[in-house]
């Protein structure tokens, strides 16, 4: 019988090698496919019922308008005389049948008594048990405040971050803090004077944050849900958007307490904490996009760039 070579012998040896390395690669398991980054919605999903507040319903109102309804929340922590005057004029029907009668285009939608606003003494409506006027509160002092601080950087203030849903800024230096003027913030409109507010006129902050009016007029409430009702109205007038004529007026059919709604019809309202690790997680996600479209994370986020979740769900009729 022939004798195969010893260097046959290796050639063979090496084939049979290469042959069982293929077969081994071919069965071998195909490589895990990269974990999909999580997403708010995900985070939303798997979050416990701990992490969501119901407001106080005495805070919450309903605006509604020819095309739904703004839902708002008071802020009495930080003005809790302004909330409670809106209170009084909310329950007094005060702002109902009134309108929205300035619309100025990346700045406020604002409403309130067009009488009052053209110095039509004879037709303004009254105020009833309201305040005519109130001490400004523009600010309040940041003791015991637990703000859910940023690490961010912001241009307007030392210290930004979050207090029950609101986007607050704080000066240490001055122990104050205050809410800051981010989309969806509602302030009262004043005059000259610094106590010449007193919620009868309300605006919304619908452009660009002008974080500038910070600490110059009084935030009162922020929209939790219907801002599209207010950033999408015709733009007024060169006269710093109010519109030229009432009957462009967006008229406001009623104004009315989460409270006064009959019990049955009265929406199941949850804003998420701001004090939970699910918040911190959906802001970081924010700050560091993983998402397939994104080639540049930005590693930074502003104050107003960043939107507290809030469910408004119906009852279920039984």
């Known amino acids: 019988m022939p004798i195969a070579s010893p260097s046959f012998r290796r050639t063979a040896v090496a084939g049979l090698l290469a042959v069982a390395a293929l077969a081994a690669h071919a069965q071998a398991p195909a490589p895990a496919a990269p974990a999909r980054p999580r997403t708010t919605a995900d985070i939303l999903r798997d979050a416990p019922a701990s992490v969501w507040r119901r407001p106080d319903p005495n805070d919450v109102l309903a605006m509604t308008l020819p095309a739904g309804i703004v839902w708002i929340e008071l802020a009495p922590r930080f003005a809790p005389r302004h909330a409670a005057n809106i209170r009084t004029l909310v329950a007094q029907h005060y702002f109902d ?4 009668i300035r619309v100025q285009d990346n700045f406020v939608a604002q409403w309130g008594d067009r009488a009052a606003n053209d110095d039509d003494a004879a037709h303004v409506r009254s105020l009833g048990a309201a305040e005519p006027k ?7 002092p ?3 405040l637990k703000i859910n601080r940023l690490k961010d950087r912001d241009v307007w203030a030392p210290v930004t971050g979050f207090v029950d849903g609101f986007p607050v800024a ?10 800051a003027h981010c989309y969806g913030t509602i302030g009262a409109g004043r005059g000259d004077a610094v106590d010449s507010a007193n ?3 309300l605006y919304a902050v619908i452009g660009q944050s002008p974080r500038g009016l910070d600490l110059n007029i009084t935030p009162v409430a922020r929209v939790l849900q219907g801002m599209e009702l207010l950033s999408s109205l015709p733009r007024g007038g060169q006269n710093m958007g109010f519109y030229d004529k009432p009957e462009q007026d967006v008229r406001i059919l009623k104004i009315e307490r989460l409270a ?3 019990e049955p019809t009265r929406p199941d309202i949850r804003v998420l904490r701001t004090d ?7 802001i970081e996600l924010r700050r560091n996009r993983k998402d397939d479209w994104y080639v540049h994370k930005a590693g930074a986020i502003d104050l107003c760039n960043i939107t507290v979740p809030v469910r408004i769900e119906a009852k279920a009729s039984n």
């Open 170 to 179: 704080a000066d240490p230096k001055t122990h104050r803090a205050w809410i």
């Open 142 to 144: 940041d003791a015991g």
């Open 134 to 140: 109130l001490q400004p509160e523009f600010s309040i």
């Open 199 to 201: 919620g009868a006129e």
């Open 97 to 100: 049948g009134l309108a929205v």
């Open 276 to 282: 939970v690790p699910q918040w911190n997680e959906i």
């Open 260 to 262: 006064d709604m009959p």
